[in-house]
């Protein structure tokens, strides 16, 4: 299946179609694409992100499905990329990972029926939406710090353009040990609903990408841990995770929290109020 990385080849960005993990540089020979520091396959106009799409994330919440996805945008300067560092704020304690697959859009979008999606598809990727919920008092409808902090948005490492999401795992590892494992068969709605649905009202354009939930199990993760998400048929995004050399400062703006509601979120399942 065609795969396309950006990666940065004797000092310039090149966009390389890989096969087999190789791909064939400017001067013909071939390398092996994991020994060159990753790019995110793509440059998104925007990001939008599902809140929650997995029938097992849903349960797990404890919450009624609704009648329809609800979304919120990720900030376009959080994406990262494949190997690259996930930063946790040094006064942060609430870093969740979420394995999910990324839509990207192919071409303008605009007011299309689920039936008719697929020929807007560029192609899939991997992503880790992952989630600051220490800010989840105060941006919980937003989720603008919560989601879009720095670093927080990898995807990677390729653009898949031949691949169909049915019946494929997805997994989430840390550390190596695998810490959520679903199919999207379990999606409640699927990639191309969601694209049909958002561009009802939102233009889409080529290489915009829609992030598309997460399953189960999402919890917190600490700085030297190494989180893979791997997708059949995609790939495995790896990223680490490291404390940031500085804090969210004091004195203004909303400060992180240890609440509740907090708690219930990044913990989810594993929350037990006293």
Known sequence: MPEFRRLIVDGSIQ???????????????????????????????MIVCVHLSFRSRLDELKRNQPPAPTYFLKVVSSLNSHKANVVRPANCQFLNYEGEIALVVGRTCRNITPDKAADYVWGYTVANDMGLHDFRDTDENSMVRVKGSDTLGPIGPGLNTDWDFRGKMLRTYVDGKVVQEASTDDFIWDPHYMLADLSRSITLERGDVIMTGTPANSRPVNPGSTVVVEVEGLGRLENHVVSGDWAIPAGYGAQPSDSDGVQSIALGSDFRKA
């Open 15 to 45: 966009t390389v179609e890989v096969e087999e993990g190789r791909f064939t540089a400017a001067d013909g020979r071939r390398a092996s694409a994991e020994d060159y520091p990753h790019l995110p396959p793509v440059v998104p106009r």
